[in-house]
Nanobody, 125 residues
Framework: VQLQASGGGLVQAGGSLRLSCAAS????????VGWFRQAPGKEREFVAT????????LYANSVKGRFIISKDSAENTVVLQMSNLKPEDTAVYFC???????????????????WGQGTLVTVSS
């Protein structure tokens, strides 16, 4: 599965951005698709994930209530709608996917087999 993340950009604090993760070569059916981010000088961290079949989802506490992850079946994409952005949300955002990840492993990037190239989100204060 090849993943393509898009939608990053520069936004002021309090603003919104919509990230998309598209798959080429196959559909997301049967996959768990997640978003991770890495800020300069920091470790990669989990943001949100969704199980394509069934739609179960999970958010990091830091984004809960501000970010929404969803799937677009028609476009075979996973969308991360980010609202009320804060400067600390500044990072490169990566989408990742894998089959058969148990829920307790959703937050660990090492459990995802496929990764997109990342898209930069910059939130100015």
């Amino acid at each position: 599965v090849q993943l393509q993340a898009s939608g990053g950009g520069l936004v002021q604090a309090g603003g919104s951005l919509r990230l998309s993760c598209a798959a080429s070569g196959r559909t997301f059916t049967g996959y768990t698709v997640g978003w991770f981010r890495q800020a300069p000088g920091k470790e990669r961290e989990f943001v949100a994930t969704i199980k394509w079949s069934g739609g179960s989802f999970l958010y990091a506490n830091s984004v809960k209530g501000r970010f929404i992850i969803s799937k677009d079946s028609a476009e075979n994409t996973v969308v991360l709608q980010m609202s009320n952005l804060k400067p600390e949300d500044t990072a490169v955002y990566f989408c990742a996917a894998s089959r058969t990840i148990i829920r307790s492993s959703w937050t660990s990037g090492e459990n995802y087999a496929y990764w997109g190239q990342g898209t930069l989100v910059t939130v100015s204060s």
